[in-house]
């Protein structure tokens, strides 16, 4: 992918949700099949050295954000997330890599015909967070575009 596209990506991550600086989030990839966010453990640790479940669940749902911002690609568009559920299945001792899978093309090509019909539509996105080849964390959040 277009290493400019990344850090496009991540300057607006950092600009427009000032969060993700203080968190240290980074996209670490995109391509025809996922995004994935990173974050370093340091600022996003608890009081038992592992990944605060508020980090966790802040780096999930911005990587459905950020999934749902590329491939719309318009970017006068507001997205925001309508509803979403967590599972924390397994601590995070290190790095947070959340990987959203890109959303089905026909689930897609649905909400973005919504969206330039009514300048409005959803779409669930699932998120992961692997660590040590262990899903950690499952997020599945309803994502909302409006113009």
């Not at 607006?12 to 600086?21: A, D, M, S, V």
């Not at 340091?42 to 749902?61: D, K, R, V």
């Not at 409005?120 to 996105?125: F, I, V, Y």
Request: glycine share 8%; net charge neutral.
């Amino acid at each position: 992918m277009n290493e400019d596209l990344l850090r496009d990506t991540e300057s607006f991550l950092h600009e427009q949700i000032p969060l993700t600086r203080a968190m240290g989030v980074q996209v670490e990839s995109y391509d025809d099949s996922q995004l994935v966010l990173t974050a370093p453990l340091g600022p996003n640790h608890n009081h038992l050295g592992t990944a605060f479940g508020g980090s966790l669940s802040a780096l999930t749902t911005l990587a459905g954000y950020a999934m749902l911002w590329l491939r719309l690609g318009d970017r006068n568009a507001h997205i925001v997330v309508r509803e979403s559920t967590i599972r924390y299945k397994h601590p995070v001792r290190g790095t947070l890599r959340a990987v959203c899978k890109k959303p089905d093309d026909a689930d897609f090509a649905t909400f973005k015909a919504a969206f330039e019909g009514t300048g409005r539509a959803h779409l669930r996105l699932r998120v992961q967070i692997v660590f040590e080849g262990k899903d950690c964390v499952l997020y599945e959040g309803d994502f909302v575009a409006l113009r």
